[in-house]
């Protein structure tokens, strides 16, 4: 776009010659499209156009150096000359007209900053004879032009002078090319003028005497032959310069020569950014009598012309907006002497002046959707700093209260200064529309409320709503200063968001709740405070405190009680009560400032361990005050008493008429408890006894009402049922009688049989205390069965006068070994009893007799038999051991369960033939269950407890402790001839069996033969065969069944079961073998496979090299390839470019004979070796595990050298030249032509590394799977499935990866060398590698190595499991198998 100044070129006519070609020469101007190499980047710049005023006869050439501002006009850019002497004139004549125009020539030379040309015009007469006469022969006259040339124009000083017919177009066309050149040499000369008198004023800025007003002329100079150019970017440059020169001596306080600020004269505080001409700046700036304030608006104004100019709209408004706010903070500085109304009306006024200038700016279609946004967004801004100035202003005017400006919380760019409340300023503003709206408060709120609109409208079309929605606030906090509460209620209620409150919500907000409290609407008054008071973060402590004591009234003052789901209270960790009775503790952190006092805080707490229905538990606390920061709160009931572990789901706080309800959802806090039985419940203990139960129910040191009743649950959360009962009712028991306090109760309950040897029972109580009803619930391992089996026969004498026999046998019938102390009949102690005691613990299915002589055959006996198992003795030292820990670090309070919880362990983990063999408990460690056992308490309960464990695993436990329990029974008596059962298994208990023969001996006493049917039942076990034998037995007979387990892991013993054939043609069980206990111990393991299920294990490891086969190909290349030019993406690139994506599966077939020959081969004799070298327990230690491995990888590794010598030249021949490629066609041509080549031995080649590496990888590979396997399954997040195969597998990869590494690099390197290898074994090859390549080229090839080895051992291992699986759920199955 063109500048608005204009050029001039001076024209000196002595001869007349103007009016004969002005026409002409007007008609040609401006000069258009030049071409001009200045500026500040130097470059070739395209001018459209050069606007000129022509000036005839008008100055005389001066040589002033610099032309100021104002001054163009009056000195030209360029001088021209006209000319005219004709032919036929005297000689002195000529000379002396030749002379004048020599001396102007001479005088514009020397005019820097303009050029100059002579134009000759040739005479009418003289033009007419050269166009009459012909040529003349031999004439070598020189013309006028010609003569003026040589005395004016030198060689530097070329197109100087130029000749002119007006009646040629030619002529004129050669005439308007030199103004062109010497208008632009003119330009160039002006400039460099200028830049070097810049450079001399800059150069002496820190000298005495410097003068910016000077510097800042020249540079505007400059400006103004810019703007003439055309180039307003080239002039905003120089403005920018002088604007950062001006701060940089404003912040060395060296503007000495602004005599004062300024800005105190009448209508400056309402001016035009833009209007230049209100005041002489130029002059003034010239003469130094400018002041600061009108400096920065000429200078401000002249940036903003030259950016509307340029259309730059979006670095006009950011400029406006950092240009007002540093004036009126520089305006508010001490010394300005301005008031601050004036300073307000003056960023008002300006605010309105920017606004009304970014309205009249027209944008393309293009720029609306961008710089349209932005200016809206702009003025918005403007209007808001000048709706915040009418704060400021309204205040001083007394239209507005004082405090109006603390109130406001509007952001703006412009900040205000503080007020004091009794500031009495009457402002003098010459600004018609302020001085009318201060004039009344009609008035100020109609221009305050049409800021506000107009500012919430721009922020509307700039897509900012938030900032909007804080104007229309502005708008409602002006109602409220007026008291027009309903009128800010309609404006506020849709600003406030009904979800989550922002920073600019918050102040909305505020002023809301004002007005609610105002119209008395306290129930939506109190949601505000609460919404203010969880946002308090955005607050200051003042509004915050004030919003406090409002909450604290409102609670009590709403109408009717709430509930409401709030954020005001959090809820930290929870830990068990160990001081008081059945609670917890809660952390409740408030984010209210100031202490609250809730009538009562209840916890909801949900039993997150039971498989009952759900359970709930509320517990309680009265009159707690809740500090402003973090509370403990202890919280219990006498009512519940259920030890176990809970979840804490919810907090409620009554807080006056409020009811809060806290749900426990923080990530970060523990919620679950773990708590233990009330130490005022009472305590119900189980008795078994065959064919009754008898419960024990014990007071504490409180009594219990009569009348209390209890129902037992089995552990499917069936009630217990009394078949024998009539009515139907179940297991139910009730205690008639009152228990006094530290006494007990006694209670029978018949039982028929059909319950299970042990399990869980749930107990559920309801009683009541002092007329309060309260209730137990706990859960007992109860055992029905006993573990003795007692039986008695009579084998009558054969004479008529001899003495019967009464023979009394005890079985064994369960895994916990016993040992008798007693066995009497009639109350009759036997002569064999004594021996009992000193036969030791009777093991699974052994048992003790007792004969008697009797004289008469009674119809039943007495049986009164003492005795004690290895788990009641373990039990009981545990229990004495506990108590004694307990109470010395203080957990007393869960005695009960590390009781329980030890004693489960014990019965899950124990070895029951070795802890009698070297008499102390063996068993698994107990040092982990400290974790488990302390996994829902407070720290300071957690180290006790692992202080406690680490003391009991250094108990040392007697089995040979008395504990002795009775056993009670009538056993009817009949001349029967019983089958003794002996049960046995071919395999040792704890050995790896892949299939047992269970041997079952029946014997019988007497004569009379007896028709019996024994059967075998198990779940975990089937029967290869007949399930049922029937045999007619005669003194004894011996039946075998094969078994073959279903599935891998500890199994338990078959149940057998023998039934007599009686005469009524039915059949009667004489005997029951029962395993079924989930107490027990299980006696069977089984974790090997077949050999024939490796051969599997080759087609998925053939499978997985599928997807793995590009990437070994990859470490191929890698471990080939010598120094450092071979990189992973080089060898990418490569393959790609020379054979396509199918490089990547060179040599497949190989990949997959080595598989099927290697891996087949290794994992068959690990799985072999493994089964082996077990210990007759079964167990495995990780040496011996090793060893297997790495005799396995030797196997292996000889098996699949062949294959693998194929595979690495297969998949490195792309890499060679065409001439040493072997072009192996598949992986058996290969073998064929090694052994022809090379000899059969050229097959083994490298087998030396390749076997180290294979035992490596087997070894670690395999016994790294098995130890991480396991070492995961000891911790409570792995349990066997896809997950810890996936897991173990991946670990194994790694580990595996970079112990084979070095001897991968090393094998590779042989098999690819061929028969001119300069490895002579593995050793030098380590060496020489190392030595030439450094130690990192025996790890080249890991990442791509382990990126296949991860895969690779993750799908072969999850495939192994998969298969084992499938052997053990479908390989026996399809034996023809019959069940009975």
Known sequence: MLGTDKLKFSITDEFGLWPRIEKEFTSRLPLRNLIWKGGITQTAQFVSQLAVEIAVNQESISSEEIVLPGQQQSHALLHICLVTIGEHESDTHKAEARGRVKAWALKAAQHKGASWLVVFVPSTNETTQRASAGPKFLNMRATIYDRLRSDIQSRKDANHVVQLRPEAIDSWNSLFLAVRERAVQGLEDRVMTLGEEIRRLDANRMLPGWNYCRFFMVKETLVSLYRALGLNDEALAQYDELEAAFFQL??????????????GADGDDFTDILNLSKKPYRRQIADNTISMFDFRLYLFGQQSRLLIEMRQFEEFVVRAQRFVATLSLAMREPGTGLSAAFVAAWSYSTCQNIVEICEGVQLAQAD????????????????????????????????????????????????????????????????????????????????????????????LESGRRRFAQVLQGDI????????????????????????????????????????????????????????????SQFLDAQSCAQHAAMLEELVNEVPAARQIQSKLFRAGDVAADDEAGFGVVVDIRSRVPRTLRAKRIEALLVAGNRDVQQLEVTMDADDVELSSDLTRVRLGTDVVSCPGRFEVQSLRIFIGHIEFIVPVSNPNARRFVRLN?????????????????????????????????????????????????????????????????????????????????????????????????????????????????????????????????????????????????????????????????GRGFLLFAETATVVQAIDTVPSSVDVHVEFSSLLDVLQAQINDYVCSLAAEHKLSRHTRYLQRLIMAHVRQTIDAPATLRESRLVCEPFAPLWSLASQDCSQEVRAAMRRLFHKLSGQSLDTNRSCQRSLDMTLELALVTPAYVTVSLDSRFCRAFEAASLRVRLQLDGTSGKRLSVMVVSS???????????????????LHFSIVPLATGYLPLPEVICHEYTDDLCWTRLHTMLCDSPSSLCVLQNDSLPVICSVPVGFAACAANFFTHPLDLLKVRLQTTKGANGGLTTVVRSIISQQGVLGFYNGISAAVLRQMTYSMARFATYEELKKQMSSPDGSLPFYRMAVAGITAGAVGGICGTPADIVLVRLQNDGSLPAAQRRNYKNAFDGLFRIARAEGPLGLFKGAVPNVSRAMLMTGAQLCSYDGFKQLLLSTPYFSEGL??????????????????????????????????????????????ITKEEGIRALYKGWTPSFVRMAPQTILTFIFLEQFRNFYWNRYSIRKQVRFE
């Not at 001899?802 to 007693?822: E, F, G, K, N």
Request: hydrophobic residues 40%.
């Open 250 to 263: 404003l912040d060395a306080r060296q503007l000495a020569w602004f005599s004062k600020f300024g800005g």
């Open 368 to 459: 609306r959707s961008g710089a349209g946004r932005v200016l809206a967004a702009a003025k918005a801004e403007f209007l808001t700093s000048a709706r915040q100035q009418l704060d400021l202003l309204g205040t001083l005017a007394r239209r507005l209260p004082p405090t109006y400006l603390r109130r406001s919380n509007t952001h703006t760019r412009v900040t205000t200064p503080e007020l004091s409340d009794d500031a009495n300023i009457e402002p003098n503003v010459t600004n018609p529309v302020l001085a009318e709206a201060l004039g009344s408060d009609e008035r100020f709120d109609q221009v305050y409320v049409r800021t506000c609109e107009q500012a919430t409208q721009y922020y």
């Open 476 to 535: 409602a906090q002006l109602h409220i200063c007026r008291r027009r509460w309903s009128d800010a209620v309609r404006i506020l209620r849709p600003l406030v968001p009904a979800d989550s409150l922002h920073v600019m919500d918050v102040h909305l907000a505020e002023r809301l709740a004002v007005c609610e409290r105002e119209l008395g609407h306290k129930d939506a008054c109190l949601d505000l405070v609460l919404r203010l008071v969880e946002n």
């Open 677 to 837: 039985a009330h130490p005022a419940s009472p305590r119900i203990t189980f008795y078994p006894e065959p064919k009754r139960l008898r419960v024990k129910v014990a007071a504490s040191n409180v009594p219990i009402d009569a009348g209390m009743r209890i129902w037992l649950h089995d552990a499917n959360s069936h009630l217990l049922q009394n078949r024998s009962s009539d009515d139907g009712t179940g297991m139910t028991l009730t205690v008639a009688d009152a228990v006094a306090a530290d006494s007990h109760a006694m209670l029978e309950v018949a039982l028929d049989g059909t319950q299970p040897a042990s399990g869980e029972v749930s107990v559920y109580a309801e009683y009541s205390v002092d007329g309060e009803l309260r209730m137990l619930l706990d859960t007992e391992l109860v055992e029905f069965v006993p573990p003795l089996r007692l039986s008695a026969h009579i084998e009558q004498g054969q004479q008529p006068d001899s003495a019967s026999i009464l023979q009394v046998r005890a079985q064994c019938c369960a895994l916990d070994p016993v040992r008798l102390h007693t066995l009497c009949t009639d109350g009759k102690a036997d002569a064999d009893s004594a021996q009992l005691s």
């Open 1020 to 1038: 975990e076990c089937m029967v290869a065969g007949a399930a049922a034998q029937e045999v007619s037995v005669r003194g004894s007979v011996e």
């Open 1283 to 1328: 997950l810890l195969h996936f897991s173990a597998s991946f670990l194994s990869g790694f580990v595996s990866t970079t112990i084979t590494s070095p001897f991968d690099v090393v094998k590779t390197r042989v098999m690819n060398a061929g028969s001119n290898s300069p490895y002579r074994n593995l050793f030098q090859a380590m060496v020489l």
